[in-house]
């Protein structure tokens, strides 16, 4: 695999030139911090390729990902932190083209966290897991004084194994593709709103985490080579994800809005707070670039599935200037740029 990305020197304006919320929204702050900062210390080859995992060597087979989850609060609507760590984790491999095998966690755990707040977040983690196939096979656990941490702070490392003769990547991305969601956009963002604000909606909104495997596998047993580029929409959300594929590929990918699917409520929730639900985070979708012939199969894969899922067609990838355009329900376009300064911080 061909890195996507190189090393720059970028200064990161800030209060006093220190880390500020902003830079972990997912979107252009956390890109400058990992370039101007990361890479340039402790970058490797693999670390380059940004992507959700990595196969550390064309040696071997296996797939590894790292994730850390610090989400509040730590239950929500439709889930909590134990499930949406283990989940977070075996989509990245999922979408990576790899199949899940197996799950570290280390947990920071705060002086005065109740037991039976643990005891749940640790049975939604057993769960699942269980659901996903994959094995937890090594844990640490710390405790920090009172104040020092919020409840529970999750950090985990996924291993998958790699499915024979498939190639994802934005170096596969061709003019003419097809771009194509799983389903609705935003609910996970607008969910942890809801549980933080204590804000209840006429339309009940629940969190979509859940595992994209084994769905991705059917989709590459299904279609091989025809799929060129799968990403979960997780921080920063649908047009975040378009956005550093068309920069990644160097191509121009167009959407219409209409074909955009969102549950009423997200969408109506997400309108009274002055939220754009292409930029809230999803927790159990993906983003699949595949070749136009194939794209009305991977509906009928997705469709044949139990998930929270709707998929569609919604754009396509052409050759132009480089970035994301938004063809509107009122048949403008206008661009979908980068996200700056997330306003739902620690999401996951």
Known sequence: MRPIIDTVEVRIVGEGDRIQLVHGDGGEATRELIEGFFLPRIGSEELRVAGDAVRPGEETDLWMTTDSFVVSPLQFPGGDIGGLAVNGTVNDLAVAGARPRWFSAGFILEEGLPLEVLGTVLDSMGRAARIAGVRVVAADTKVVERGAADGIYINTTGVGTTLRGIDLGPHRVRPGD???????????????????????????????????????????????????????????????????????????????????????????????????????????????????????????????????????????????????????????????????????????
Do not use: K, N
Not at 180 to 204: L, N, Q, Y
Not at 275 to 282: E, I, M, N, T, W
Not at 292 to 301: G, H, Y
């Open 178 to 348: 097809a771009v194509v969601v799983t389903g609705p956009v935003g609910d996970h963002g607008v969910a942890i709103m809801a549980g933080r604000a204590g804000i209840s909606f006429e339309t009940e909104v629940t969190s979509d985490c859940a595992p994209l495997w084994p769905l991705t596998g059917r989709i590459l047993e299904g279609l091989g080579g025809g799929v060129h580029f799968m990403r979960d929409p997780t921080r920063g959300g649908l047009a975040t994800v378009l956005g550093e594929l068309a920069r990644a590929a160097g191509c121009r990918v167009t959407v219409e809005e209409a074909r955009i699917p969102g549950r009423p409520g997200v969408r109506g929730a997400a309108e009274m707070l002055g939220l754009d639900p292409l930029y809230l985070a999803c927790e159990g979708q993906a983003v699949i670039v595949v070749e136009s012939a194939r794209a009305e199969r991977v509906l009928e894969i997705i469709r044949s599935g139990d998930g929270p899922w709707d998929p569609a067609i919604i754009g396509r990838v052409e050759e132009g200037p480089v970035g994301v355009s938004l063809t509107t329900e009122l048949g403008g376009t206008r661009p979908l740029g980068p996200l700056r300064g997330d306003p739902l911080p620690r999401i996951c």
